[in-house]
């Protein structure tokens, strides 16, 4: 296992941190489930676990708060929240209102006194960047969270938010955790550029692009992940992008072949390569899928095979860009584009 420092945070962190997303309902995985993944990937050298509150609907926490139990010195634990707990208007979001209760829901489902970096899950357009940071200053002197970030902000956002901290005299965010991928390379162009002038750490989810560069995933073959099963307009190949992904999947197949390696080793060997990169977020929802992908935690990979996968999909583009998670809201409602 390869070990990165967060940021300019000091901390070390595993190149490869577990992410808990599949944990509980979601993926189908139970108590006795996770915990075998959570000491798997310990006794393996992963040292950050990421959850949220929104998985599974605190589902994930609390399993992972279990799993935890006795090893909460051993790894840095992160968690995030903003997005919607439940129809109540006000129980989402970055005001501080919402985010001093959502952080003592989550230390209490996980089961502990503080976490090492709580995250803002999306940017909240409707609460201003000096009143989520104030709250999360606060929230930092009191010892509940040791830093914080972002996740999927856009490059202007992140921007925004570090003059925000400096203009205020406040703490600020030092992580970025966005989508990126192979076949999701957007963020190449601009937030990665952004998160190595501010030094900030960086947490790569999906890359294994919801389970599209899996290896599970071909031509020819019928696509029956966990993800397909409820995201099926991502699978669906009547769909101009899927068809442009699957045909990267096989021209990228034939790349790792010919590296010998598998199609998980090419696709985070990819992601962890970019020196913007700490980490990427892998998330096992079995034990065969955690040694699959751990099999990838020492994956250098040469200049020859990621100039071979710069040639079938181009340096900061998006094949899906569709699926992005940090379009400006005006774009996706017309109501906020007109007066």
């Known amino acids: 296992m390869q070990y990165r420092t967060l940021g300019r945070t000091g901390v070390q962190v595993s ?8 944990f509980g309902k979601i993926g189908n995985t139970t108590q006795e489930d996770v915990t075998a993944i959570v000491g798997a990937a310990l006794d393996a050298g992963i040292n950050l676990i990421d959850t949220a509150d929104v998985y599974s609907g605190g589902q994930s926490e609390e399993m992972v708060g279990k ?29 501080r209102r919402w985010l001093v209760t959502a952080l003592d829901d989550s230390l209490r489902r996980l089961g502990v006194d503080h976490v090492d970096l709580y995250q803002m899950h999306r940017w909240d357009p409707s609460t201003s960047d000096e009143e989520t940071l104030s709250a999360l200053t606060d929230l930092q002197r009191a010892g509940k969270i040791r830093y914080f970030g972002s996740s999927t902000f856009p490059a202007h956002r992140v921007v925004q ?15 970025e955790q966005p989508n990126y991928s192979i076949l999701q390379r957007g ?49 669906d190949l009547s769909v101009p992008a899927n068809r442009a992904k699957l045909d990267a999947v ?28 700490t980490s990427a977020i892998i998330g096992p ?13 020492d994956t250098v990979l040469s200049a020859d095979v990621l100039d071979a996968i710069d040639a079938i999909v181009a340096p900061g583009v998006d094949l899906a860009a569709h699926e992005k998670n940090d379009t400006p809201p005006a774009l996706l409602d017309a109501a906020k584009r007109r007066r």
């Open 250 to 277: 096989e021209q990228l197949a034939t790349v790792a072949d010919e590296a010998g390696l598998t199609m998980i080793q090419l696709a985070l060997g990819f992601v962890t390569a970019h020196p913007a990169v």
């Open 285 to 297: 929802r079995t034990l065969e899928h955690l040694h699959s992908q751990l099999a990838a935690a």
């Open 15 to 22: 190149s490869l941190v577990l992410g808990a997303m599949n």
């Open 161 to 175: 938010a570090q003059w925000a901290a400096r203009e205020n005299q406040l703490s600020r965010y030092v992580t």
């Open 67 to 95: 799993a935890i139990a006795g090893h909460r010195d051993d790894l840095v634990l992160a968690t995030k929240a903003s997005l919607p707990m439940g129809d109540a208007r006000n129980n989402r979001g970055g005001s």
């Open 187 to 235: 963020i190449e162009t601009h937030v990665l550029p952004v998160t190595q002038e501010y030094g900030m750490g960086v947490l790569a989810w999906s890359p294994l692009a919801s389970g599209w560069l899996s290896g599970a995933i071909r031509a020819g073959r019928e696509i029956s992940t966990n993800r397909s099963g409820f995201m099926r307009q991502r699978f």
